[in-house]
């Protein structure tokens, strides 16, 4: 994609906190929100247990022990969570201020309840596995609760029903035959408390989740495939009014003030969450908050008890994510910039893009530009320009400053759209600069005193320079040596002893209208070493060479001192002169202490007459390190007589 976009960029904003979070929920099964104590409790079925999180997801509790618990339900105080647990035969309550279990409610031997709906001071419930289902109650008014099955008024439930109630309704209970195609939904009379059908038909069954408008009257259901979600009267199941969506949807939630919200499969990544506004005319909001497929079971989504944020559940991969919409009614907004890759410094460029919604935007909503280079890191405040036709914009600017120029484009947002903001960085033309540094490839005496230096030509406002040096070794990193200003014929100097090869760079970080430039050189150091003989018995001179005399039988004892560094060895040659010339008869490397030095015993000729040299060497890499350059010591001469 980036590829193809080049230098587009895309840019989309909340104009609200909205945030997202991992929560340890498998599967959801439902989701019920507690305005009473700001918390929100999670079925999960996978787990056996309920999860307690407050309204940012943080996990705050878990209830556990509740065997393929399912339906949550939430007395009209708020101070009583019922549970549906399904592998238990049972239904929990939990006292909400403690999360303590506060009672329990036995349905009977196989039963499976599943579902739960609060009505009329009772809990009505589903139940059962596919045709062997039905609906109960459990009659919470009663001195001690009873419960009671086979409440279906005589219909065969094919699947245990959804159930839903609302306070605003009495005497009024809603179930959703949803597994099966001829599966209708039944309007309950519950006034009496024994079920009458009030009011039924089909809708198409498999319908995934429901949702009852604030004044209990009107039920939303999310059916299956890509059928938009429906609205029907409970009065006579008439369609009110449709929602389109793009996907099959998955779960429905509406708000106190009748905000409609849905999430759908979304297998295309399009958009998986849709608010709708109390204008049919008026297009969705739409978020895309996962590029997975949302979950299609179970009731994943919910409105705060004051219809501000919106909760929505997505599962990635099995890491589930509790996202908090700040703003759900707002149309998120996107901006897209393009600038050009390359300018020419103090050349006009073209900026180009657009700023496109679900809700479309007017020409001449303001955008906000800020330029930012190396002479204003902070930004420098273009102005507003206003946005075109269709949601397309373009603007021109002269860069004075080369280098990375970045142009941020801002939309602010307003009561309908988020806002939202975009850049672009254009790589603008600098002069090349003149950096140069001496004294590469050249060899010294090791703890030499070398002089660096470093010249600058001609540049705009920047004359300073940086020198680092890196030595030779693991055990020493790169470092900075010297910074400032060059002088009136721009040279820089440092001086360094070199004890080791050494790899110097000389750095011009660059300025508004030269290009930043590095330098490097590399010197390198030599060893000290020095070799000695022990045991001969004077010294005297053959020719023009001065000798040191041994004993026929005498070892010839041989120290080398060198400068020392972790794991480096010596090579000592040794050559014999014979008819004229200097043989090599032996060689070999030997481990320095750390100390710095190597005694080796050469050993003794047994017989008088040999005239023979040694010397100690460091030979770069063959000594167990390439710190220093190779470096022969002077040789030694010594004779044996008798």
Not at 351 to 363: D, I
Not at 408 to 427: E, K, L, N
Not at 444 to 457: M, N, S
Not at 528 to 551: C, E, M, P
Request: with cysteine; net charge neutral; hydrophobic share 35%.
């Amino acid at each position: 994609m980036a590829v193809v976009l080049g230098s587009v960029v895309l840019g989309t904003t909340p104009s609200s906190a909205d945030t997202s979070r991992p929560i340890a929920v498998s599967g959801a099964d439902d989701t019920v929100v507690d305005g009473l104590h700001q918390q929100v409790y999670f079925s999960d079925r996978d787990q056996s247990r309920i999860v307690v999180a407050d309204y940012t997801g943080k996990v705050t509790a878990t209830l556990t022990g509740l065997p393929q618990v399912r339906d949550l339900e939430l007395s009209p105080d708020s101070k009583t969570l019922y549970a549906a647990v399904q592998g238990a035969d049972k239904i929990v309550a939990f006292d909400t201020a403690t999360l303590a279990p506060s009672a329990e409610y036995p349905t009977g031997d196989r039963t499976i309840p599943s579902r739960l709906a609060y009505a009329d001071g009772k809990l009505w419930f589903g139940y059962g596995d596919q045709w062997e289902s039905g609906l109960g109650v459990v009659d919470l008014t009663a001195a001690d609760p009873t419960v009671t099955l086979d409440l279906a008024a005589g219909h065969d439930f094919a699947s245990p029903p959804e159930l839903y109630a609302d306070p605003d309704n009495p005497g009024t209970l809603l179930a959703l035959d949803s597994g099966i195609s001829s599966g209708p939904i039944i309007v309950y009379d519950i006034s009496t408390g024994t079920p009458a059908i009030r009011v039924a038909a089909n809708k198409g069954g498999f319908y995934e989740d429901a949702a009852l408008t604030p004044d209990g009257q009107n039920v939303v259901v999310a059916g299956p495939g890509n059928r938009a979600l429906t609205e029907y009267r409970l009065s006579d199941l008439e369609q009110v009014r449709t929602y389109p969506v793009a996907s099959a949807p998955a779960t429905v939630s509406i708000a106190e003030d009748g905000t409609v919200a849905a999430t759908v499969l979304d297998t295309d990544n399009l958009g998986d969450t849709y608010v709708f506004s109390d204008d049919p005319t008026r297009p969705p909001s739409i978020r895309n908050l996962s590029s997975s497929w949302m979950p299609w079971f179970g009731h994943s989504m919910n409105w705060s008890h004051d219809g501000s944020k919106l909760f929505v559940l997505t599962d990635s991969g099995g890491s589930t994510q509790f996202h908090v919409l700040d703003a759900p009614r707002t149309y998120v907004t996107t901006l897209t910039v393009d600038a050009p890759a390359t300018a020419t410094r103090a050349k006009p460029l073209t900026v180009k893009g657009t700023l496109s919604s679900g809700l479309a935007l007017p020409a001449g909503t303001p955008l906000t530009v800020t330029r930012t280079d190396v002479e204003s890191p902070h930004g420098k405040p273009l102005g507003t320009k206003p946005l075109g036709a269709g949601g397309k914009f373009s603007f021109t600017d002269t860069p004075p400053a080369g280098g990375a120029v970045t142009y941020r484009v801002t939309y602010a947002g307003d009561a309908s759209h988020t806002a939202a903001a975009v850049s672009d960085t254009v790589a603008v033309s600098r002069a090349a600069a003149s950096l140069t540094l001496n004294n590469n490839g050249k060899l010294y005496a090791y703890g030499a005193d070398v002089a660096f230096t470093a010249r600058l030509g001609t540049t705009y406002t920047n004359r300073s320079v940086e020198i680092w040096a890196d030595p030779a070794g693991a055990d020493k990193p790169k470092k900075l040596v010297k910074t400032g200003k060059v002088n009136s014929a721009g040279n820089l100097s440092v001086t360094l002893d070199m004890s080791r090869d050494t790899t110097l760079s000389a750095v011009f970080k660059g300025d508004a209208r030269y290009a930043p430039k590095t330098v490097t050189a590399t010197a390198y150091a030599k060893v000290k070493v020095a070799t000695t003989l022990s045991r001969h018995y004077k010294t005297g001179k053959i020719g023009n060479t001065t000798y040191q005399y041994f004993h026929k039988n005498t070892d010839v004892v041989c120290t080398t001192a060198m400068s020392y560094y972790q794991g480096r060895k010596q090579r000592i040659q040794l050559q014999v002169y014979s008819g004229g010339k200097w043989y090599d008869t032996y060689a070999d490397y030997f481990a320095l202490g750390t100390n710095g030095k190597s005694v080796v015993n050469l050993g003794h000729a047994g017989q008088s007459g040999i005239r023979a040299r040694v010397r100690s060497s460091y030979i770069d890499g063959g000594s167990g390190d390439k710190v220093n350059s190779t470096t022969h010591g002077a040789w030694k001469y010594f004779y044996f007589s008798n």
